[in-house]
């Protein structure tokens, strides 16, 4: 077995990352923007979109007129964010550590699964405890997160696809008893079958139980779960398991 780096997000989510999957779905982005405009009202203060990506959330933030702030750890990803034709309010920093004043934000958005990531899970607790510290106390956040047990028990072991003239091979498993899902990226010259990189992602899989307690630990009351962007029920089928709550 490869060894794993500890902090595998700092090189995957670059230029490897942007060349694999170079258009995540703006209509998803959309109807996860309309379920927090829905489902929270929509916010008349600050937003803070945690672990931004390459902005799309962002970009539908300011469609609505609302005010939004974008955070995230990769300079590839901010760099596709801000080359889009918003300007954008862009800034690089740890979601461990937000560089941001207490009581900063009305809002604070974590969507598509930028949560888990860490190798200790004090360190997801921490992530949620700054969340805490930079609401207003009246403020709210969203956590989109995935299925735990849907993942667990519809676990794909291996595929592979061609993708501009490589070859990716993609391997999964289950790790510490089944409470982390681990992928492993391979990347393959399709001509001579030569790697030429290969990457991780790993997320701890927090049932929804495990979630809400977190949450509350933190100092944030869950009110509302979905199982998907429409605003369908959550429930052990549905593929996500998205949260709304406020500040305590």
Same mark, same amino acid.
């Given at each position: ?15 490897? @990352?942007?060349?694999?999957?170079? *258009? ?5 982005? /959309? ?25 799309? =959330?962002?970009?539908? &933030?300011? +469609? ?26 862009? $800034?690089?920093?740890?979601?461990? =550590?937000?560089?941001?004043?207490? %009581?900063?934000?009305?809002? $604070? ?7 888990? @990531? ?14 805490? +510290? ?6 709210? &956040?969203? #956590? ?10 519809? #676990?794909?072991?291996?595929?592979? /696809?061609? *993708? ?8 999964? /498993? ?10 492993? !990226? *391979? !990347? ?15 997320? +701890? ?13 933190? %100092?944030?009351?869950?009110? /509302? ?14 593929? +996500?398991? !998205?949260?709304?709550? *406020?500040?305590?």
């Amino acid at each position: 077995m490869t060894q794993r780096p500890p902090e595998w997000y700092r090189d995957w989510f670059g230029e490897e @990352y942007l060349a694999l999957y170079p *258009h995540r779905d703006e209509e998803e982005a /959309r109807a996860a923007v309309d379920l927090v405009c829905q489902g929270c009202a929509p916010p008349d203060g600050l937003i803070l979109d945690l672990a931004c990506g390459a902005g799309r =959330h962002m970009l539908e &933030f300011e +469609r609505r007129g609302l005010k939004v702030i974008g955070l995230d750890l990769s300079a590839p990803l901010l760099k596709q964010a801000n080359d889009s034709k918003s300007d954008l309010r862009l $800034v690089r920093g740890d979601m461990r =550590h937000l560089p941001f004043a207490d %009581g900063t934000f009305q809002f $604070v958005a974590n969507f598509f699964t930028s949560f888990g @990531y860490f190798a200790d899970p004090e360190e997801d607790a921490r992530v949620l405890s700054e969340i805490r +510290r930079v609401l207003l106390p009246d403020g709210c &956040f969203a #956590l989109d997160f995935l299925n735990a047990e849907r993942v667990r028990a519809g #676990l794909v072991e291996g595929d592979e /696809r061609l *993708h501009d003239g490589r070859r990716v091979v993609q391997k999964r /498993r289950l790790e510490e008893n089944g409470n982390v899902v681990v992928k492993e !990226i *391979h !990347i393959f010259e399709a001509n001579d079958d030569r790697q030429v990189g290969i990457y991780y992602e790993r997320v +701890r899989l927090y049932t929804p139980a495990e979630l809400e307690a977190m949450l509350r630990d933190a %100092g944030l009351e869950p009110e /509302r779960s979905f199982g998907d962007y429409s605003g369908a029920p959550a429930g052990p089928e549905a593929p +996500r398991f !998205i949260l709304f709550g *406020h500040a305590v």
